[in-house]
């Protein structure tokens, strides 16, 4: 089955920083690749996706390309803001990683 | 649409008690996932179906839990007897295509909390 690892929270960062957020899978054969995220007392709502190798999902001005060499999914956003707290879900569907706090401060 | 809905929101019950948690998916998606969430554990994915037939239930973490799936517009997930353990937010999702590509659109879940 599928399986993922993702970048352990939490993580703080100053409004307009850069965001990274590190997500590696194992997958049978080739799955589309999601990022989600849950906003405080919500479900997850997707964010983007990739559905082949080298695509790119992107966003909110969130991006995170499929690599199948490196059989990763980095989630990346050039400058973050208040508004992007929240916990952030890697999934070869419907594997989810554990999720990655992230606490934006003004 | 009105999405994925679930019920009850919040649930209260003491150690032994019957729970059983309700999911309606969004019509003409024709899988169904039901996921606990902790903060311990995270998001584990318990069982799914499709088409009403269940496909995967290798997360069900004991015989206690149950989940049946009646018609296309249903499901439930029971927990009898229930203990301080089980205390988590419980999402039921659902999707119009298949595990591995679909996206899946979540309910708000149920929060449950075992005394």
């Known amino acids: 089955g599928n399986s993922v690892t993702q970048m352990e929270g939490p993580v703080t960062l100053s409004e307009e920083a850069f965001l990274t957020i590190n997500c590696t899978y194992t997958a049978t054969g080739y799955p589309s690749l999601f990022w989600y995220v849950q906003y405080p007392g919500e479900g997850l709502q997707l964010l983007l996706k990739?559905?082949?190798?080298?695509d790119k999902g992107s966003n909110k001005g969130f991006e995170a390309t499929y690599r199948k060499e490196t059989t990763s999914f980095h989630l990346e956003k050039g400058s973050v803001q208040v508004s992007d707290s929240a916990v952030y879900f890697c999934?070869?569907?419907?594997?989810f990683g554990t999720g990655t706090r992230l606490t934006i401060i003004p | 649409d009105a999405g994925v809905i679930q019920s009850p929101r919040h649930e209260v019950t003491e150690m032994g008690q019957e729970v059983t948690l309700r999911c309606k998916p969004i019509?003409?998606?024709?899988?169904l996932f039901w996921y606990r969430q902790t903060m311990m554990r995270g998001l584990e994915l318990l069982i799914y179906?499709?088409?009403?037939?269940?496909?995967?239930d290798s997360g069900m973490p004991e015989d206690r839990f149950s989940a049946k799936m009646p018609n296309a517009s249903f499901s439930t997930l029971k927990i009898q007897p229930s203990e301080p353990r089980d205390s988590a937010v419980y999402f039921c999702?659902?999707?119009?295509?298949?595990?591995?590509?679909?996206?899946?659109?979540f309910g708000e879940g149920s929060r449950l909390t075992v005394l």
């Open positions: 179906f499709n088409n009403n037939v269940p496909i995967d």
């Open positions: 019509s003409g998606h024709d899988y």
């Open positions: 999934a070869p569907s419907p594997t």
């Open positions: 990739a559905t082949k190798a080298d």
């Open positions: 999702a659902s999707s119009n295509r298949d595990a591995n590509t679909g996206e899946l659109f």
